[in-house]
Nanobody, 115 residues
């Protein structure tokens, strides 16, 4: 069983930065693809960024150049550094781990970008 704990959300002004963290239990982390999703009420959950077990990354067009996903396999941690935040980045952000048929989610951390 894998548990994911998201943290790091909060209220930030436009143009500001936040760093989200995802702590994972279990040895499967090292071979898992880690993803960050976000969701606003009434809309589907959208993929924001992904990082493979080998460190390859991919981003949604809306966050390219502003967000950076990373991982620390020694600590079983994944991160999402968010810079130049915009009001439209406001959402509940979820960490997601996928390995084969296994699919686990964090509880979500709220990010609000507002002046």
């Amino acid at each position: 069983q894998v548990q994911l704990v998201d943290s790091g959300g909060g209220l930030v002004q436009p143009g500001g930065s936040l760093r989200l963290s995802c702590a994972a239990s279990g040895s499967i982390f090292r071979i898992a693809r880690m993803n960050w999703y976000r969701q606003v009420p009434g809309k589907q959950r959208d993929l924001v960024a992904t990082i493979t077990d080998g460190g390859s990354t991919n981003y949604a067009d809306s966050v390219k150049g502003r967000f950076t996903i990373s991982r620390d396999n020694a600590k079983n941690m994944a991160y999402l550094q968010m810079n130049s935040l915009k009001p439209e980045d406001t959402a509940l952000y979820y960490c997601n781990l996928r390995a084969g048929v296994m699919d686990y989610w964090g509880q979500g951390t709220q990010v609000t970008v507002s002046s």
